[in-house]
């Protein structure tokens, strides 16, 4: 044979490999489906693994951002140990669907858990599944007022692709876990013997790693339980709101018996956004935000005005400031959007309307409002100056349109400056201490104020809200520095323009956010009352509020639906006695 045949087809004829051999062939190919089979399981672990650890974080994880820590996950938690008894004792073909159902549970109180933790860290209290859903149009206008119309529809997505995301994977996880159990009742069935008698003896002595969390844990059912004592209250509320509103003892009061101590004065009430009782005394900010009422103290001391302090308990903390204006100037307790709707429907008399029918001329100056507003007839306020309508032609300051100092020019320019006009009640509100805090405007000559356009490289070369909260360290110091530059426009504007007949009663609407405050901060508010006039400030003498412009630890603290009365009161007749 020649070597041209002994080569067929690029093979050499008589001489093989062991590929060539079929049982080295069957040898490869169970080698390889044994490689295939080993991914498969341990892809098949790791999924079961990972379907354990979420519904353990769902059932374990407290609803406080601050105790999220890995010790305070120690725990277990009754709502598995009940779970997995049900799967050992009911039929097969009901354990798919209780796991299927117990799945979309466990997601959906998941969802309340994190809805829950957003509503702690921003407004110290817990989400209200029947009156909150309002509250997503505010939100969307602040992620639009501070990061931008893409962070808007990026916050949309997220949140929507979030609530998809947790029931199908919670379900998933649930159904998964079940099976597994299933397979294995012998050692599941010895698992939960010994873990329930562990839970009993940790919930008899109180057990806690992280206090106050408990190791027993039951946090998937106390929420559950929450929400279903939530609801019918939440729906119930409105008939209790409708009792308390039916009592007014001004309602029938004409004007010309109203406000009848202030004839012939300037009423303002001015809002200063976030400016709570931690503003001036907690450590961290008291001695720089005393600095400036201290200051303010002596300048306005030199200018003839007095003044006198105490505290107010906001409705809301961390955020609803219209909330806390309508508790304000109705006396009522308006802690929630369903009575701050049912309020408007209603004829009650608030302050700012009272001022009207007793023929002041009212007026608001809201640069935070950017829509219409239908609530200013209701409030019974002559003109209102909004984002649209004041004139300014800068930039924005974060959430806050335009710096206060520009809001208190327009002021003076529009409405308080005009000469020969009658007397006036106005409501501003300052914005520039709204979160997130940057960039901040800094305070500058009024002259200069003009149409806001020197603002422009102010808020250009000022920190931005993402410079600010990438670190949360920078965060209290930014708010403090906000609360120092809307007091400090204010009290110029009061030092540069008050005569005699100024009244100026200036407050905050809640206290800041948890993150600023830490956690268990009350809900207190400075308020303080500034006047020339002496004969002002001696109508609320009884009231034993302290002298100045910054209440102390034992000033008077009221609720702040008990001003309304208490100012009718004492700058007008009695109230006709409630039978």
């Not at 946090?219 to 009592?247: G, I, K, T």
């Not at 206060?404 to 009640?425: C, H, I, N, T, V």
Request: charged share 20%; net charge negative; proline share 7%.
């Amino acid at each position: 044979m020649s070597s041209d045949d002994r080569i067929s087809n690029g093979r050499i004829v008589g001489l093989s490999t062991t590929d060539d051999h079929p049982e080295h062939v069957a040898a490869d190919e169970a080698s390889a489906g044994e490689s295939r089979r080993g991914r498969r399981h341990l892809v098949a672990q790791v999924t079961t693994v990972l379907a354990g650890l979420l519904v353990f974080l769902a059932l374990v994880a407290p609803r406080e951002v601050g105790q999220l820590t890995p010790a305070a996950l120690v725990r277990i938690p009754v709502e598995g140990l009940v779970g997995v008894v049900l799967l050992l004792v009911l039929p097969v073909r009901a354990r798919t669907v209780v796991a299927v159902l117990g799945g979309v549970v466990v997601g959906l109180l998941t969802i309340l858990k994190i809805l829950d933790m957003g509503f702690l860290a921003f407004l110290a209290r817990p989400f209200d599944p029947v009156l909150d859903w309002v509250l997503v149009d505010d939100a969307l206008s602040f992620v639009r007022g501070s990061f931008g119309q893409a962070g808007a529809i990026g916050s949309v997505v997220a949140a929507v692709a979030l609530v998809a995301g947790v029931l199908v994977l919670m379900t998933f996880s649930v159904l998964r876990l079940s099976r597994l159990v299933v397979r294995h009742t012998a050692t599941a069935s010895r698992s939960v013997a010994v873990l329930s008698v562990a839970w009993l003896a940790c919930a008899v002595l109180g057990a806690q790693i992280v206090p106050p969390v408990p190791i027993a844990a039951r946090s998937a059912a106390s929420l559950a339980y929450q929400e279903a004592v939530q609801v019918p209250a939440s729906l119930h509320d409105q008939q209790e709101f409708a009792r308390e509103a039916a009592v007014d003892a001004f309602r029938g009061t004409p004007g010309n018996q109203l406000l009848t101590a202030l004839r012939g004065k300037d009423v303002i009430f001015s809002f200063v956004e976030s400016y709570g009782r931690d503003a001036v005394e907690d450590p961290e900010f008291a001695s720089q935000v005393g600095a400036v009422l201290d200051d303010g103290n002596r300048r306005l001391s030199a200018a003839g005005f007095a003044s006198k302090s105490a505290f107010l308990t906001s409705p809301v903390a961390g955020g609803g400031s219209w909330l806390a204006h309508a508790t304000f100037f109705s006396g009522l307790w308006i802690d929630n959007n369903q009575r701050d709707r049912n309020l408007v429907s209603t004829d009650r008399m608030t302050l700012t309307s009272a001022f009207q029918r007793a023929n002041w001329q009212t007026v608001a100056v809201m640069p935070g409002t950017s829509e219409p507003w239908p609530e200013r007839a209701f409030y019974g306020l002559d003109r209102l100056y909004d984002s649209h309508t004041i004139g300014y032609h800068g930039p924005r300051f974060g959430w806050s349109p335009m710096p206060d100092q520009f809001a208190l020019s327009a002021f003076e320019r529009s409405e308080y400056g005009k000469p020969d006009r009658p007397p006036m009640m106005a409501e501003v509100v300052l914005t520039s201490s709204h979160m997130p805090w940057a960039p901040i405007p800094q305070f500058i000559d009024w002259g200069e104020v003009g149409d806001g356009s020197v603002y422009g490289p102010m808020a250009a070369e000022g920190k931005s809200p993402d410079d600010v909260w990438s670190d949360p360290a920078q965060v209290p110091t930014e708010y403090r520095r906000s609360i120092e530059y809307s007091l400090t426009s204010l009290i110029s504007w009061v030092e540069n323009n008050g005569d005699d007949n100024l009244v100026l009663i200036f407050l905050g609407d809640h206290q800041p956010l948890p993150i600023v405050t830490g956690d268990g901060a009350s809900k207190d508010v400075p308020i303080t009352i500034v006047a020339r006039d002496k004969t002002v400030l001696d109508r609320i003498s009884g009231w034993n509020w302290q002298d100045g412009l910054k209440p102390g630890p034992q000033a008077p603290v009221w609720p702040m639906n008990a001003f309304r009365d208490r100012f009718l009161t004492a700058f007008g007749p009695q109230p006709e006695r409630i039978r």
